[in-house]
């Protein structure tokens, strides 16, 4: 069955300090992953895909990753602004839906 | 501005009442979709459309109904045979399905339904 697990669940870090989210995801045929941002009381808003290991994407201070077992979401030196949880997704092997993670909700404190 | 509207953004229902959850999209979008989302776990897709006037259900369709009448609308009504009906709901949409790859799914800013 494919699963997409997202650690750790929750991370709070002080505004400058860096660290990185984890997605790992178990499906055969890789066909892209996803992640997303997703504000509070807020529809997620897509933010990469990535679609064959060793690919990097970057968006201001955030970098998402892939090898062939998961994906890491880098944060360097966060603002408070990056609060919020991010998810990812993988479309599922036998179709064309997609199995999100529970998601990581950064806290960046001032 | 093109994007999605979900409304309402709070309902409070009490059990053994059908509710209906609205979402419109001016994206000129043909797939549609509905998932629910529940603290500690990943969205799980309701129903989806493809097309106008088609519909497929997902992984958690018991206790929901949807129609496709017109291309921007995709209404879910959250039926009294849905036992938890308790969570947020998201509507969300794609160019077309074959797009899917792209994970580039436009979300709407979701319906919080409560049961009383």
């Known amino acids: 069955e494919d699963q997409v697990t997202q650690s750790p669940e929750a991370l709070r870090l002080q505004e400058g300090e860096s660290s990185s989210l984890n997605c790992s995801y178990t499906?055969?045929?890789?066909?892209?992953l996803f992640w997303y941002r997703q504000d509070p009381g807020k529809g997620p808003e897509f933010l990469f895909t990535l679609y064959s290991a060793g690919e990097e994407k970057e968006k201001e201070r955030l970098k998402a990753t892939l090898t062939k077992k998961e994906s890491f979401l880098h944060i360097t030196a966060p603002k408070p602004e990056d609060s919020a949880t991010y998810l990812c997704?993988?479309?599922?092997?036998?179709?064309?839906?997609?199995?999100f993670g529970a998601g990581t909700t950064v806290t960046v404190r001032a | 501005d093109g994007g999605i509207t979900q409304s309402p953004k709070y309902l409070f229902r009490k059990e053994g009442q059908n509710v209906t959850l609205s979402c419109e999209q001016n994206?000129?979008?043909?797939?549609m979709y509905w998932y629910r989302q529940d603290p500690g776990q990943g969205l799980r897709l309701i129903y989806y459309?493809?097309?106008?006037?088609?519909?497929q259900k997902g992984d958690i369709a018991e206790g929901y109904s949807v129609s496709r009448e017109k291309k921007e609308s995709f209404p879910l009504t959250v039926t009294s045979a849905q036992k938890n009906p308790t969570a947020f709901y998201l509507c969300a949409s794609i160019p077309s399905a074959v797009y899917a790859n792209t994970g580039e799914l436009f979300f709407g800013e979701g319906s919080r339904l409560t049961v009383l």
């Open positions: 994206l000129n979008h043909d797939a």
């Open positions: 997704a993988v479309p599922r092997s036998n179709d064309y839906k997609l199995s």
């Open positions: 459309s493809q097309i106008v006037n088609d519909f």
């Open positions: 499906v055969s045929g890789l066909r892209g």
